[in-house]
C-alpha cells in the first residue's frame, strides 16, 4: 500500500525549541512516526522536502501595507496617511488572513509586522530560500509543498478554543486536550508519543500542524475565498480545518 508523509513543524527562532512531527498516512489510517523538539534548519528543510505535504506554524508573510510602509519609509516618498488612527494601524499590523481568523474563530494570530512572531517568521523565510534554490515553490497562500497553520486556531475550530495548553501552567490541560484528540482521532495512531506531546507544547502543537497539512491536502480544509485570493500571494493564508 502506497504512503504518504505529512510534517508538522512549530518553529521557534530558537532550534532548540522546534517541533518537528511526521506522520505516515496509510489508506485511512495514520501513523505518528516521530516527535521530537529540537530541529535546526537542515532537520526542517529535510522534513519539509520527504513531505506531501507539511504544516508550518509561522507566518509566511507580512502585511501589504506594512511592507508598502517600510518601503516607502526607506524610500522617502511615503504617501501621507490621512491620520495613523486605530484602523489604519490594523491594516498596517495585521494581514487579511489574520483578521479572518478571527472573524471565523475568534482567535486573533499574533502580529508578524509588530510582535515577536516576527523571530521565526524570519527564520522560515530563509528556509523557504532554501528550498527554492532545490526547485521547490514555496508560495505564501500554502499551495505549494508547505502551507501555514496555526495551531491555536486549529483547535478552535475542533472545538477546544478555550484550553489553555501552553507552557508548564498548561501541564494539566494539555494532557487531557491530547486524550480528547486521541478520542477525536480514532484514525490516528498516536504510536506512544502522547507522553511527549502532554509534556511539551512544541511537540503537541507539532502533531497539530502535521494533521491540518493532511487536512489541506484531503481538500478538508478553508481555503481563501475569491476576494482574499490576491492578499493571501501576497501575505499568507493561515489553513484552517473545514469548520464543523
Given at each position: 500500500m502506497a504512503t504518504r508523509l505529512f510534517v508538522g513543524v512549530d518553529l521557534a527562532a530558537d532550534p532548540r525549541r522546534t517541533g518537528l512531527a511526521t506522520l505516515n498516512e496509510a489508506g485511512d489510517r495514520v501513523r505518528i512516526e516521530r516527535v521530537r523538539v529540537g530541529?535546526?534548519?537542515?532537520?526542517?528543510l529535510a522534513a519539509v522536502l520527504s513531505a506531501a505535504k507539511a504544516g508550518i506554524d509561522v507566518p509566511f508573510g507580512w502585511p501589504r501595507q506594512f511592507v508598502d510602509l517600510v518601503g516607502g519609509h526607506h524610500s522617502g516618498d511615503l504617501p501621507v496617511p490621512?491620520?495613523?488612527?486605530?484602523?489604519?494601524r490594523r491594516d498596517v499590523l495585521y494581514r487579511r488572513t489574520d483578521l479572518e481568523v478571527r472573524r471565523l474563530v475568534g482567535k486573533t494570530p499574533l502580529s508578524v509586522a509588530a510582535d515577536k512572531i516576527a523571530y521565526p517568521a524570519i527564520r522560515w523565510a530563509a528556509i523557504a530560500a532554501r528550498l527554492r534554490e532545490q526547485g521547490v515553490p514555496t508560495p505564501l497562500d500554502g499551495t505549494g509543498a508547505a502551507c501555514e497553520v496555526y495551531p491555536g486556531a486549529a483547535l478552535a475550530a475542533w472545538g477546544f478554543g478555550a484550553v489553555r495548553y501552553k507552557k508548564a501552567k498548561g501541564t494539566q490541560e494539555r494532557g487531557e486536550l491530547v486524550e480528547a484528540l486521541d478520542a477525536r482521532w480514532p484514525w490516528l495512531d498516536w504510536a506512544g508519543h502522547q507522553g511527549l506531546c502532554a509534556t511539551s507544547d512544541d511537540a503537541l502543537d507539532a502533531v497539530i500542524a502535521a494533521v491540518v497539512a493532511r487536512e489541506v491536502l484531503h481538500g478538508r480544509a478553508v481555503s481563501p475565498p475569491a476576494e482574499l485570493t490576491a492578499a493571501a500571494t501576497d501575505e499568507g493564508w493561515i489553513w484552517l480545518p473545514a469548520l464543523y
Open positions: 530541529a535546526n534548519d537542515d532537520d526542517v490621512e491620520d495613523t488612527g486605530p484602523d489604519w
